[in-house]
Structures are given as C-alpha cells and as structure tokens.
C-alpha cells in the first residue's frame, strides 16, 4: 500500500516561515503531479499548491507570493516552503499524489498540523 510521509508541520508566529516535506516511495514519481492540500476546521478541504513532473507549478491565489512547492525528483520528495505565514493559514496540511501512467491512481498523506499564532 502506498503511503505519503509528511513532516515540517508545527507552530510559527505570524510572519514566520515553515518548510513541509513529503517522500513518496512506492509511486512513480516521474509520472505524478504532485500537490499539497489544506484542510482548516469547519472548512472544506483545498488545494493550496500542485507541481506537475515538467515542473509547472499552480498555487491558490491566497498563497500566492509567499509560499512555493518543488520537488526532487530524484528523492521522490516534494517540498512546500511558506513564508510570510499568518493566522488564516492554520490548517492540516495534506500531501497528494496523482499518479497518470500507467493507470490514474490518487494518493494521500495521513496529513500535519501548520498552527499560525502568537
């Protein structure tokens, strides 16, 4: 069974900076785009950043400036730097995997706290 593995969550004052990663073993990397969703209580889950293997990169205008998603294809890693953080960007952090070849499978992380407060 495929698993995502994320870590780099936890707690930052507004303003502050966080680094997310996620390793994918078991998928094929070099067919899947990549994403980080955010999930806030009370609230539907959302895409926040997705990164295809071309590299091509699509962020939610809200975090759009402060934060940027890349990957190393290499590690089967895919990161999610976030600067300028604030308050409203407290949420579970989820990664996401859509593998396309040779068959569309989806995936998912078990998900890390990101809390924003002083």
């Known amino acids: 069974q495929v698993q995502l593995v994320e870590s780099g969550g936890g707690l930052v004052q507004p303003g502050g900076s966080l680094r997310l990663s996620c390793v994918a073993p078991?998928?094929?990397?070099?067919?899947?785009?990549m994403g980080w969703y955010r999930q806030a209580p009370g609230n539907q889950r959302e895409l926040v950043a997705d990164?295809?293997?071309?590299?091509?990169?699509n962020y939610a205008d809200s975090v759009k400036g402060r934060f940027t998603i890349s990957r190393d294809n290499a590690k089967n890693t895919v990161y999610l730097q976030m600067n300028s953080l604030k308050p409203e960007d407290t949420a579970v952090f989820y990664c996401?995997?859509?593998?396309?070849?040779?068959?569309?499978?989806?995936?998912w992380g078990q998900g890390t706290q990101v809390t924003v407060s002083s």
């Open positions: 996401n995997a859509k593998q396309w070849f040779p068959s569309a499978q989806t995936y």
């Open positions: 990164i295809t293997s071309a590299g091509t990169t």
């Open positions: 078991g998928i094929i990397y070099r067919f899947s785009t």
